[in-house]
């Protein structure tokens, strides 16, 4: 079974610009993450859903960033436009609900803003 | 969630034992220790968890003290691939998917 499918693997873009990240959970998982991670630190929670309703998008930064999960399956994280400070690796996760143990996550897509 | 308290990097000899230790000292009494691992350009890998008895795996043994303030993760028989960074995180049982809270973990090195 496939796991957690994120595209592209890699993106470097030119500030200003948008940039836009797409994940593909695994079949059947209702709950869906988007997570940041800076080099040299742990992943940090950006927005969770759950189906198609973000529920904790506390985290967020809401002047540049959003997402979207349509049909409560695949999910989009866009950025527009880009700063020299958003180049990290954001990483998807998915997990069956809310209340499940484990999160499985994606490879991941490294931006990097010049 | 209790705060968690990991050394920046430990080393290990391939084939041996590696022991990584975990602090936890505020940890309440509903709060499990899970592991994570992250190893280099991949996601985050789930390891084990545990709440007061020890655990073990295919992957890898957990033993917490009795007094649930700290925790060690084994690993049997360290190979290169374990070569990763190690995550201990507290958190409640349930619904701890959305709970994740990580720090900057234990870089372990696995050498020849």
């Known amino acids: 079974e496939a796991g957690v499918v994120q595209s592209p693997r890699y993106k470097i873009i030119e500030k200003k610009q948008p940039v836009a990240f797409w994940c593909n959970p695994i079949?059947?998982?209702?709950?869906l993450y988007w997570y940041l991670q800076n080099l040299g630190q742990g992943p940090e929670l950006l927005i969770r859903y759950e189906n198609e309703e973000a529920v904790d998008d506390s985290q967020l930064p809401k002047d540049r960033f959003s997402a979207e999960r349509l049909k409560g399956v695949d999910s989009t994280l866009k950025i527009q436009p880009a700063e020299l400070g958003d180049s990290a690796v954001y990483l998807c996760?998915?997990?069956?609900?809310?209340?499940?143990?484990?999160?499985?996550f994606g490879q991941g897509t490294r931006l990097t803003v010049v | 969630d209790a705060k968690t308290t990991q050394p920046t990097s430990m080393d290990c000899a391939e084939g041996r034992a590696a022991n990584l230790p975990c602090n936890h000292s505020t940890i309440s009494g509903n709060e499990y220790v899970y592991w994570y691992r992250q190893i280099h350009s991949q996601g985050p890998q789930y390891i084990i968890h545990?709440?007061?008895n020890n655990e073990t795996n295919e992957m890898a043994s957990l033993i917490i003290t009795e007094d649930r303030k700290s925790s060690t993760l084994i690993l049997p028989h360290a190979t290169l691939r374990d070569t990763a960074v190690y995550y201990c995180?507290?958190?409640?049982?349930?619904?701890?998917?959305?709970?994740?809270?990580f720090g900057t973990g234990t870089r372990l090195q696995v050498t020849l």
């Open positions: 995180i507290a958190a409640p049982n349930t619904g701890t998917a959305s709970k994740l809270t």
């Open positions: 079949s059947g998982h209702n709950t």
């Open positions: 996760a998915s997990s069956w609900n809310r209340g499940s143990t484990e999160a499985f």
């Open positions: 545990g709440l007061k």
